[in-house]
């Protein structure tokens, strides 16, 4: 499970959609105290911070929309409690973009 930190318009169609099923579960995960992958590194991360997670999750759908793709699955925003900036991270962003080019996709970092 991953949540990105690098800007939607940046990520390729594979992690852009990817990323976007799994904030998903993250969101249920949290919201609704399921017990699976609570002690996630990124549940964790995310745990008291569900404005910022629902923030991600609406410019992922502007992308989404941007490149032509149908989005049906909102969030609840009277869910999206808690802090709305996102400081803490699995990896740093200087990391991320290093695992993104080690995938050798289209990702723009």
Known sequence: MRIWDIPPERLCRQHLLGEHRELHALWSIITN??????????????RGKLKALYLRHEVMVEEMKKRGYKHSTPLDPALATG???QDEFVNSYEEQVRILNEKGCECRV
Do not use: D
């Not at 399921?34 to 991360?45: I, Q």
């Open 33 to 46: 105290n399921k017990k699976g992958y609570v002690h996630h590194p990124e549940t964790m991360r995310w």
């Open 83 to 85: 802090n709305a900036i």
